[in-house]
């Protein structure tokens, strides 16, 4: 007969105080006390699931009957007190499950057999686990006893929810918190179990079993059995993932490699890898929020005693952390927060992870091509009129394949505008070539000829000639070369603020993109443009190639209605990608929003409250 075989959580289990794991502060005090004599009539252990709690207070019980206490405080495990604990009929300690003996009998029973002194032994010790199942009578009814037990009683309640307990019994109670168990100290206790039951056991796939636990000895050790089980004596760390079905860090690693790169296709291959792998997008997503926390605690040597990993994976950690700047890390965290919590209420989940994913290329991609003609942006404003010309190629049906062209064009028209940037003036040369020469000289026949054939070109070109026709109309002396710019416009163009541009756009994105266009709709709806001037204005859209060619996508729909609202043909609009520490900012939520408008105006919170509103 094979012999009867005992799980490691039980087999393993501490017996004194030096072998409790990861509660070494506790242990120590409880020692002292032993040693010293000076024991609490109840003691109350609080504290996460599997960390220690009911084990500490067997050993106490022992220890404190123990008829050969060593030097150190720890029972001797040969005397008659010792062996019957042992083998289970000691009948000084008594333990009761509380979640099912909770009513006022069955305290009244325990009170009773307290007022018996002990056959045998100093105390008699009452170990009470899960005592926050008690209810509210039976612990009225405890509250005398555990207040003046006799002299040879201890109680000891173990709980892991302390909140629920009655402050009146809290107050009698001595109270111990135990913490959670570090990655290093479960991955040492394993390491001893390993080599105890001679299996040979990988250190990386030791640690991902106790990341996994999440500071839990009975969970780690419980899933090492399995994985034992599974691997046949020879733990890899293959054997752990595939047993425990996590998210490998490689993968995360991958992951940044390819957006420092800027390989947005191998991202959305990858992706594609991790869900047929049969991982939820949001676990994905909550498991790279963890990974890029990690690599902004891995970036400095303070704060790198924070990650809880084995130094193999620690190091892998600091060489992806090195490559990457604060801000970046910032951006990155907001980003996939935002997504964790639009996850649940998306409708198509796997586009929200897609565009979150291929919105973070932009943050970390060095030498980008994207981010090199955004990069004047901020500091000079007219040079974020050359990307204003997608409006003349998307004019045409494709509206892909102009977009090269798109930064060829606007190029020479603003070259004279801009005298003070060195990059247009570098490309001027280009402007000498018989196209671009009726925009800065409009002669009266040529304007005409070319204006009249085609509807929708004169709207794009138009932002440029106008502006300068502008500024001409205030002198007097200029009034015949403006008016050949003017005359391809029938209807008079109509002065409008940024609250009419704005309310404008948002009915555009409400009202104007059908069902389907559901993405330009999520890409639009968060931003809002701003007046740069009387008629042009600019809006800021997350960097990323596939959302630049997207929104390129709807534009001439989007400027064309923007024109035909406002009533006014001279409108441009110029379109900005946002700098990284634009994206660094906190995305608000509606009621984000709504706390900050109700700081501006408190009667605003009062509406709600009278009207009974709530977020959608």
């Known amino acids: 007969m094979t012999e009867h075989y005992v799980v490691s959580a039980r087999k393993y289990r501490p017996d004194t105080f030096r072998s409790i794991v990861g509660q070494e502060a506790m242990a120590s005090t409880l020692r002292t006390a032993v040693r010293s004599g000076k024991l609490s009539h109840a003691y ?148 001893y179990v390993a080599d105890s039951e001679g299996i040979d056991a990988e250190e990386t796939a030791l640690g991902l079993i106790a990341e996994k636990a999440d500071g839990g000895m009975r969970d780690a050790l419980s899933m090492f059995d399995r994985i034992a089980s599974f691997a046949g004596g020879h733990i890899t760390y293959q054997h752990a993932l595939e047993s425990l079905n996590v998210l490998d860090y490689t993968y995360f690693i991958r992951i940044f490699e390819l957006f420092l790169s ?157 005298a003070p940037n060195p990059a247009p003036a570098a490309m001027t040369p280009p402007p000498a070539a018989a196209e671009p020469t009726p925009a800065p ?45 003017e005359a391809p416009a029938p209807i008079e163009d109509k002065d409008f603020t940024e609250d009419d541009l704005q309310r404008a756009w948002v009915r555009f994105v409400e009202q104007e993109l059908t069902p389907s266009q559901i993405l330009y709709r999520n890409i639009l709806r968060p931003e809002l443009p701003k007046l740069l001037d009387g008629v042009q204005a600019e809006i800021s859209l997350p960097p990323g190639e596939a959302i630049h060619t997207t929104v390129m996508e709807v534009y001439p729909q989007l400027v064309e209605f923007l024109r035909t609202t406002l009533q006014n043909r001279k409108f441009n609009l110029v379109l900005r990608e946002k700098t990284v520490e634009e994206q660094a900012k906190i995305v608000l939520t509606q009621e984000d929003r709504f706390n900050q408008l109700a700081e501006i105006n408190p009667e605003v919170r009062k509406l709600k409250e009278a009207l009974g509103l709530r977020f959608s």
């Open 44 to 191: 109350l252990f609080c504290g996460p699931r599997g960390v220690g709690k009911t084990t500490a207070a067997r050993v106490l019980a022992r220890t404190i009957n123990c008829e050969n206490l060593s030097a150190e405080g720890e029972a001797c495990g040969q005397c008659e007190s010792c062996k019957a604990f042992e083998e289970q009929r000691s009948f000084n300690i008594f333990e009761l499950d509380a979640a099912s003996n909770n009513s006022v009998e069955d305290i009244r029973q325990l009170t009773e057999q307290v007022q018996m002194p002990p056959a045998l032994g100093r105390y008699k010790v009452y170990i009470i686990d899960e005592v926050h199942m008690l209810s509210a009578a039976a612990f009225n009814a405890f509250l005398k006893t555990l207040e003046e037990p006799p002299s040879y009683a201890i109680f000891i309640l173990a709980t892991t929810e302390k909140h629920k307990i009655l402050p009146t019994i809290l107050s009698r109670c001595q109270i111990y918190d135990f913490k959670r168990i570090t990655v290093q100290d479960i991955t040492r206790h394993l390491r």
């Open 262 to 418: 800027g390989d947005h296709r191998s991202v959305l291959l990858l992706l594609d890898e991790l869900m047929g792998k049969g991982f939820e997008g949001q676990t994905i997503l909550t498991g790279l929020s963890a990974f890029v926390r990690d690599l902004l605690v891995a970036q400095h040597p303070d704060t790198l005693q924070l990650l809880e990993k084995p130094d193999a994976v620690a190091a892998s950690y600091a060489t992806i952390a090195q490559q990457c700047i604060p801000a970046s890390l910032f951006a990155a965290l907001k980003t996939l927060v935002q997504a964790d919590q639009q996850y649940r209420g998306a409708t198509n989940k796997r586009l929200l992870v897609e565009l979150s994913f291929l919105s973070m290329v932009p943050l970390f991609k060095r030498d980008s091509d994207l981010n090199l003609p955004a990069a004047p942006a901020p500091a000079a404003p007219p040079t974020a009129t050359p990307q204003v010309a997608p409006q003349t190629p998307p004019a045409t049906t494709p509206p892909a394949s102009p977009a090269p062209k798109a930064q060829t064009a606007p190029v020479a028209a603003p070259a004279p505008q801009a």
């Open 441 to 485: 000289a409009p002669a009266a026949p040529a304007t005409a000829a070319s204006a009249t054939p085609p509807a929708p070109a004169p709207p794009s070109s138009a932002p440029k000639r106008l502006f300068g026709a502008r500024r001409r109309a205030d002198a007097p002396s200029e009034a015949t070369s403006t008016a050949p710019a």
